[in-house]
Structure formats: structure tokens, C-alpha cells
């Protein structure tokens, strides 16, 4: 959560760390959705999803899933009352808001956390549309796709999800060990003034 905020090893004074619990508190008894679908891919100078009009596009991708067979498609969502209550906290307290929106963000990563436990195959780490060089563009079709509404996901016509405190993304399956590396930010459209330094996963 405290990389979400920027920290940099500063001092957490008393108020601070109580804030922090508080908040933390709060969003562990948020339930959320998650959905997902697996799929069989065929890979070719795109990654073409099996059985859908899908296709993955950039090299990032490519190399995240260029030892599976297979991949899940999947959304998950705080909901609006999540979105509420942060946009409500910053009317009394740009901290509180701060701190709000990055223990929701930990509380998302949770759920997906959860969700793959029950998946019971080899899998890459995570990627979502944005991310390296895979355009978010293809986060509505995405969402289509797997049937977002039924989470209550929505994809604007400029690729953001609503509600906000949403994530989609892409998991690579296969049934035997994969050995991937990668740095998230090496085909990163923005990777040269970008600061969030969150995004670079090694």
C-alpha cells in the first residue's frame, strides 16, 4: 500500500500509521467481483484468443505468453460505493483520500490474489491492457467479451473502467513450469516520464 503512495522509506508519524490501519481496515471488509474465462490461444505475429474476436497486439505480451497455451481473460471491481467513499473522503481530507484510493487498490490485488489460488495451473504474472506496450484500447472488447456487466463493468469510449476502482487483464496458463521474466516498463509508451514506479514489477 505504501508504494501506491509514493514512499520512499519517510518517516510514518503516529497520526499517519493510525490513518493507515483505519482505512486499511476499511476496505478488507469490501467483498468486490472478480470474473474470469479461460481460453485456448493460437499464436501467430499477434496473439489471437480462441473463440472470440480478440486479438493481442505488441511484443510485451508476446513474450509474457510465449510459454502458454492457454490464458484467462478477467475483470474484477470495488463497485461504486468504493468510488464513493474516496471521492466523499476528499472533500474533509486529501490524505484520508490518498490513503483511501491506495488501500483499494491493495484490496483489488487481494481479490485477483484470490482468484488465481483457484486456477489450478502454472501461471504468468498479470498484465492488463496499458501495460508495456499492449494498447488499453482493447480493454472494451476485453470486457465484452468475458461479460463485464455481470459485474456491473462498464469501458468508456476513451478505455476507462467504471466503476474506477476496477482492473482487467490477462493471465497465461500452462501445465508446466514457465520461466518468465520481465520488467513492465522496458516497452512502456511511457516509460520515459513516467514516475509511478510501481508498474516496473521485476
Known sequence: MLKYLGYENQVIDEDLDEKIDRHM???????GHTIYQIFDIKKDDLIYVRGTK????GRSIKHILS????????????GPEVDQVILKAGYLSKVDQMILD???????????????????KFQ???????????????QKALVQVIDGRRIGLTV??????????????IIGLSD???????????????????????????
Not at 491506495?102 to 489450478?120: F, H, K, P, Q, T
Request: with cysteine.
Open 25 to 31: 481496515q476499511t476496505m478488507s471488509q469490501v467483498s
Open 54 to 57: 480478440l486479438e493481442l497486439r
Open 67 to 78: 510459454q502458454a497455451n492457454q490464458i484467462v481473460l478477467f475483470a474484477a471491481t470495488l
Open 102 to 120: 491506495a488501500c483499494a487498490s491493495v484490496r483489488i490485488e487481494e481479490l485477483l490474489d484470490l482468484m488465481a489460488e483457484g486456477i489450478n
Open 124 to 138: 504468468t504474472p498479470r498484465f492488463s491492457p496499458g501495460y508495456g506496450d499492449l494498447d488499453i484500447s482493447i
Open 156 to 169: 468508456t469510449d476513451s478505455s476507462l473502467l467504471i466503476p474506477k476502482k476496477s482492473v482487467t487483464g
Open 176 to 202: 508446466q513450469i514457465m520461466d518468465i521474466t520481465y520488467r513492465f516498463c522496458d516497452d512502456c509508451l511511457k516509460r520515459t516520464s513516467c514516475d509511478f514506479k510501481i508498474c516496473s514489477r521485476e
